[in-house]
C-alpha cells in the first residue's frame, strides 16, 4: 500500500491551519524537512514473531502526519507539524534510546521534539520519558492526578499493581481534565481515564490527509489487573473511579484506536489488512474491558476476605 507523501502531508498540514505569520521561535524550517518513507510493512516484517517492549522496530506511518515510532510490544507517537513535534508516550528506559533513533530515521532532530505527554504512570510507558526530556529539551504535560507518581518515580500509593520504579520526571506543566496541549496546527486533548490506574491519560487529535481528517484516539490500558491478595471491592472509591474511568474511554472520540500496548486493541492485524481506521475497533475496546472488571468483581465475592 502506498502511503501518502509525510513532505505533501507536512506542507498541508501548514496550508490548512497555521497562521502565515507563525514561525518556530527557533526557526528551524521543519516544514522543509522531507519525512523519510516509513512503510507499515517494514514494521509487521521486522517485528513479525517479537512482541517484547524493547524489540527495535521501525517508524512507520499511521495517518497524515501521526507516526508510530516506539518498540515491537509498545507503542510511542509522534505527532509532526511545521512547529515542532509531539511525542505521546516513550516507553521503558531501555526504549528510549530505540525511540530516539526512530525519530532521527524519519528525518528529524530530537530537538524538534516540543512536548512529551504519556498515557500512564507505569514504568512501561514513561520509564524513557526523563532520558527523552533530557535528549531533546522537550516539555512534559501531564495530569494532577498522575504528577506526583511522575515526580517521585514510583506509581501512585492507592495503584493496585505492584510497579517498578521508573527514573524521576520533571513535569513542566499540570493539566486538568480537557485541557490541551497545542504545537502548531496540532491540538491534542488529554481525557482522564482512570480505570488501568489513578492518573491514567487518554489522548485524541486530529490527523488530515488532505481534506480527510481523522479523530486518533490514543485511548489507554483498560486492564483492571492487581497484586493477588488484592481485592478491588475493598476500595469503593478506586472502583467507582475504574467504572468512571471506563465510561470515559467509552466516550472518547474515535476514528482511529491506538493503545500503549498494541495487541490490546489488535493493532499489528489491523495494520496487516490495512484497516486501522475501524469503528468497531473503537466501539468494542471499552465495554469489552468494563465485563473484564465486572467478571473481576464478580470473582471477589468468592475470594475469603
Ligand atoms: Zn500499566
Request: charged share 20%; glycine share 6%.
Amino acid at each position: 500500500m502506498k502511503i501518502a507523501l509525510p513532505t505533501a502531508v507536512l506542507a498541508l498540514t501548514a496550508a490548512c491551519a497555521l497562521p502565515a505569520d507563525a514561525q518556530a521561535p527557533d526557526a528551524r524550517p521543519l516544514a522543509a524537512v522531507k519525512v523519510a518513507d516509513a512503510p507499515v510493512s517494514a514494521f509487521l516484517d521486522q517485528c513479525e514473531g517479537k512482541e517484547e517492549w524493547n524489540d527495535p522496530a521501525p517508524p512507520f506511518h499511521i495517518y497524515g502526519n501521526t507516526y508510530g515510532v516506539g518498540t515491537c510490544g509498545l507503542n510511542s507517537l509522534l505527532v509532526i507539524d511545521p512547529e515542532g513535534l509531539v511525542l505521546v508516550d516513550v516507553g521503558t528506559q531501555e526504549a528510549a534510546k530505540l525511540v530516539a533513533e526512530n525519530i532521527r530515521r524519519l528525518g528529524f532532530q530530537l530537538s524538534d521534539v516540543k512536548w512529551i505527554v504519556s498515557s500512564h504512570e507505569h514504568w512501561d510507558h514513561v520509564g524513557g520519558v526523563a532520558e527523552m526530556q533530557q535528549l531533546t529539551g522537550a516539555r512534559v504535560a501531564a495530569l494532577a492526578s498522575a504528577k506526583d507518581a511522575f515526580e517521585s518515580g514510583h506509581h501512585n500509593p492507592i495503584d493496585p499493581q505492584g510497579d517498578a520504579e521508573f527514573p524521576k520526571i520533571r513535569v513542566d506543566r499540570v493539566l486538568n481534565d480537557g485541557d490541551t496541549v497545542k504545537l502548531g496546527a496540532n491540538v491534542l486533548t488529554v481525557h482522564a481515564t482512570p480505570a488501568h490506574s489513578p492518573g491514567s491519560s487518554s489522548w485524541t487529535w486530529q490527523s488530515c490527509e488532505g481534506t480527510a481528517c481523522k479523530t486518533i484516539a490514543y485511548a489507554d490500558s483498560a486492564t483492571t489487573i492487581s497484586a493477588d491478595d488484592y481485592r478491588f471491592t475493598d476500595h469503593p472509591d478506586y472502583v467507582a473511579n475504574v467504572w468512571r474511568g471506563l465510561d470515559a474511554i467509552a466516550a472518547l472520540p474515535c476514528d482511529i484506536l491506538i493503545t500503549p500496548h498494541p495487541s490490546a486493541s489488535a493493532m499489528r492485524e489491523r495494520l496487516a489488512s490495512g484497516k486501522m481506521e475501524d469503528k468497531a475497533t473503537c466501539r468494542s475496546y471499552a465495554p469489552d474491558a468494563r465485563a473484564r472488571f465486572a467478571k473481576r468483581l464478580e470473582s471477589e465475592k468468592n475470594k475469603p476476605e
